[in-house]
């Protein structure tokens, strides 16, 4: 048995996560001819006249379809924008404008350079993670908003059956309750909004007003790049470590001090030496000691230390670009199946309970709640792509010569809620 989607007054398909806002939507319509008056004290013939009301629908389902291309308004077009998006090249080249001090001029030494390419890097990060946030805080907003327009119908719907005696005073206030929860959920989203745009305006300078700012930033999160393969790893190492602003130099001069000492071999034997551990009890000695090496010129400390620190410097490198590439990886494989398998199952939930509505085995609250479960569903989605792109830039900017500081990604749950009954 196909399912025929709930359709607008002009005959296309609703968005999926619309469907059972717009049904609602309709039913409360219909509740205002089912309501009892104000002052009205003859609750025989309310019953009367909701009966005749329905009776006016004898074929069901395409009469209400009727109804509603007679009756309700038409849905508000979407705001325009007021100009093209702002891209996020955009906004790091107004973010560069604010910091002229960062601008390299003539006759920098490479290590002046690279102290201020290393400071451009770093304030492109902060510019992208700021600039991903506010994209995806102002969607959701939009999604609280259709979560909102939900139980406000709701709650609408349950105040009309509980004036004719549908349904008990209990569960009017239960649907009052889910209203003030939507209505509190909205302003939350709309504050997350306006932090988000604030903290992107006060990185990128006053190139823009803060509401125009907000109205120019994309409706949603762009397309993840391609995804390298894991044979790929030791080449991202190989552009982390040439990329680095200090790694060249200091594996330079490593180098140099190596070859004024010759063969760096029984430096590295007698350091190993004068750390081993008390043979008796296994323990680390509380100080080690060369032994009875009496001669240990500096030539030899400045080519083991400057040995050490590269190799540790470089450790760190890999160790930062794995990391980072975990992160990606593991973000992005989320996001996947966030986008495709939840998707998929919570439209599949969905479709059932719109065909089970159409054939009166399910009720209006069914589908609600149905719609309220997909909606999550594209929060949670919307939520792994930004973890996903959050984890994008953070090993972009390892590759750049900058310290992992990303943070570990997380699942986003998408389960449908429990079954409260209606």
């Known amino acids: 048995m196909s399912v025929t989607p709930a359709r607008t007054p002009f005959g296309q398909p609703l968005p999926t996560p619309q469907r059972a806002v717009a049904a609602l939507i309709v039913v409360t319509a219909l509740g205002a001819s089912l309501a009892p008056q104000a002052g009205r004290a003859e609750p025989i013939e309310d019953w009367r ?20 291309a007679e009756h309700l308004p038409a849905a508000p077009a979407p705001e325009a924008p007021d100009a093209s998006p702002w891209t996020l090249n955009e906004a790091i080249v107004a973010a560069q404008r604010t910091r002229p001090d960062w601008i390299a001029r003539p006759g ?82 709309e504050h997350a909004e306006r932090v988000a745009v604030l903290e992107l305006w006060r990185l990128t300078g006053a190139a823009l007003p803060v509401e ?34 200090t790694w060249p130099a200091l594996m330079l001069q490593a180098q140099r001090a190596r070859q004024a000492v010759g063969d760096l071999q029984p430096l590295l034997t007698a ?34 230390l400057a040995h050490l620190e590269a190799d540790a410097l470089e450790r760190r490198i890999r160790a930062d670009v794995r990391m980072a590439y975990s992160a990606w990886q593991t973000a992005h494989m989320l996001a996947q199946v966030t986008a ?27 589908l609600l709640a149905a719609s309220r479960t997909r909606l999550q569903a594209v929060h949670a989605t919307q939520q792994a792509r930004l973890n996903a792109a959050l984890a994008r830039a953070d090993l972009r900017a390892v590759l750049d010569g900058l310290p992992y500081t990303g943070a570990s990604p997380r699942a986003n749950t998408t389960a449908p809620a429990a079954d409260k009954g209606h």
Request: net charge negative; proline share 6%; no cysteine.
């Open 49 to 68: 006249t909701a009966n005749d009301t329905v009776g006016r629908f004898e074929r069901g389902h395409i009469d209400l379809l009727r109804w509603e």
């Open 271 to 304: 350091l190993h030496a004068a750390t081993e551990p008390d043979p008796a009890t296994g323990t680390p000695q509380a100080l080690p000691s060369l032994g009875n090496i009496t001669r240990w010129p500096h030539d030899w400390d400045r080519a083991l």
């Open 212 to 245: 125009t700012l907000a109205r120019r930033l994309p409706a949603d999160l762009p397309e993840s790049d391609p995804f390298p393969s894991e044979q790929n790893l030791s080449a991202l190492e190989q552009t982390a470590l040439q990329q680095h602003p």
């Open 340 to 366: 495709t398998e939840a998707a998929r199952l919570h439209t599949a939930l969905e479709e059932d309970m719109l065909q089970r509505y159409n054939g009166m085995f399910k009720s209006t609250w069914d």
């Open 108 to 189: 920098l030494s490479a290590l002046e350079r690279a102290h201020l390419q290393g400071r451009q890097r770093e304030l492109a990060l902060q510019v992208e993670r700021a600039w991903l946030q506010a994209v995806l805080a102002r969607h959701n907003t939009a999604l609280q908003r259709t979560l909102l327009q939900a139980a406000e119908a709701g709650h609408e719907l349950a105040l009309r059956m509980a004036r004719v005696g549908n349904w008990p005073e209990a569960r009017r206030q239960r649907e009052a309750l889910a209203l003030l929860d939507a209505q509190a959920q909205l302003r939350l989203a």
